[in-house]
């Protein structure tokens, strides 16, 4: 669950945004797969999930400026 809260200036000049990413801290994977030559439904443990960059809580913040 993203996070954002911005300000801007009245003509709209400037802008500044402070963001979080993965607020609830939740582990989102981009695929799980069996990794086993012999996958099968007798043997399901052999799972590896693939990690994206918004798996992971992170923050920042954006300014632009307009000319």
Same mark, same amino acid.
């Given at each position: 669950?993203?996070? *954002?809260?911005?300000?801007? *200036?009245? /003509?709209?000049? @400037?802008?500044?945004?402070?963001?979080?990413? *993965?607020?609830?801290?939740?582990?989102? @994977? =981009? =695929?799980? /797969?069996?990794?086993?030559?012999?996958? =099968?439904?007798?043997?399901?443990?052999?799972?590896?999930?693939? /990690?994206?960059?918004?798996?992971?809580?992170?923050?920042?913040?954006?300014?632009?400026?307009?000319?």
């Amino acid at each position: 669950m993203p996070a *954002d809260i911005g300000l801007q *200036d009245r /003509v709209h000049r @400037y802008t500044l945004t402070l963001f979080v990413r *993965d607020l609830c801290n939740q582990n989102n @994977y =981009s =695929s799980i /797969v069996h990794t086993g030559l012999m996958a =099968s439904a007798t043997n399901p443990n052999d799972l590896t999930a693939f /990690v994206n960059k918004d798996a992971n809580r992170y923050g920042g913040a954006t300014f632009g400026a307009k000319f």
